[in-house]
């Protein structure tokens, strides 16, 4: 499976935006899809993550509330919407594939390139 994340760009502090990841390969949809990031100087760390059925979703604590993570099999494509953006929100932004617990603990089998998302205050 490839991964390519895009969507990322410059917003202001409580605006929104869309981040989306294609995925090439037919095994796709029975993969979970999750979302890392990444800040400057920062360690990595985990966003979002939705099972392969759709049924199960899992967040961050520090966007709980703020982001969705969506997907459609059909397309092939994992979806990210980021409302109400803080500062703290500033980081590169990953898709990965890989099992639904595994990426809630940061394991992955496939890692996608980034798009960098920029919150300014």
């Known amino acids: 499976v490839q991964l390519q994340a895009f969507g990322g760009g410059l917003v202001q502090t409580g605006d929104f935006l869309r981040l989306s990841c294609t995925a090439s390969?037919?095994?796709?949809?029975?993969?979970?899809m999750g979302w890392f990031r990444q800040a400057p100087g920062k360690e990595r760390e985990f966003v979002a993550a939705?099972?392969?059925?759709?049924?199960?979703?899992y967040y961050a604590d520090s966007v709980k509330g703020r982001f969705t993570i969506s997907r459609d099999n059909a397309k092939n494509l994992v979806n990210l919407q980021m409302n109400d953006l803080k500062p703290e929100d500033t980081a590169v932004y990953y898709c990965?594939?890989?099992?639904?617990?595994?990426?809630?603990?940061?394991?992955?089998?496939?890692w996608g390139q980034g798009t960098l998302v920029t919150v300014s205050s």
């Open positions: 990965a594939a890989g099992s639904f617990d595994g990426l809630r603990y940061g394991r992955y089998a496939y």
């Open positions: 939705i099972s392969w059925t759709v049924s199960s979703t």
């Open positions: 390969g037919r095994t796709f949809s029975s993969y979970a």
